[in-house]
Nanobody, 126 residues
Framework: QVSVVESGGRYVQPGDSLMLSCSGSGRLWSFSSVGWFRQSPGKERELAATISWGGARTEYGDSVKGRFIISRDNVTKTVYLQMNSLNPADTAVYFC???????????????????WGQGTQVTVSS
């Protein structure tokens, strides 16, 4: 069984940077794709970024491409989401999720991910 816990969400101003962390556990963690998804009130959950089990492949949502960077450290079982040039449209609850199938490239579909965290709130406002 894989479990994940997010941290790092907070209030920031437009143009700021922020890093989110996803701490994982379970023997299958290192073989799992890990994704960051986000959801705003009234909107569907969308992909921010995802990374393959070994870190070689990444996928990004169109709205964050060029601004966000996903990375992982399988020794510490942590996946990071570095978010730059934040704007109010990035305001959302950010969820970390693990896909035990560990496909390459990692899946862009939230329904492929079996294990989800509780989410961490990111608010971008002046």
């Amino acid at each position: 069984q894989v479990s994940v816990v997010e941290s790092g969400g907070r209030y920031v101003q437009p143009g700021d940077s922020l890093m989110l962390s996803c701490s994982g556990s379970g023997r299958l963690w290192s073989f799992s794709s890990v994704g960051w998804f986000r959801q705003s009130p009234g909107k569907e959950r969308e992909l921010a970024a995802t990374i393959s089990w070994g870190g070689a492949r990444t996928e990004y949502g169109d709205s964050v491409k060029g601004r966000f960077i996903i990375s992982r450290d399988n020794v510490t079982k942590t996946v990071y989401l570095q978010m730059n040039s934040l704007n109010p449209a990035d305001t959302a609850v950010y969820f970390c999720a693990a896909d035990e199938d560990g496909t390459t490239p990692p899946s862009r579909s939230s329904w492929e991910y079996e294990h989800w965290g509780q989410g961490t709130q990111v608010t971008v406002s002046s």
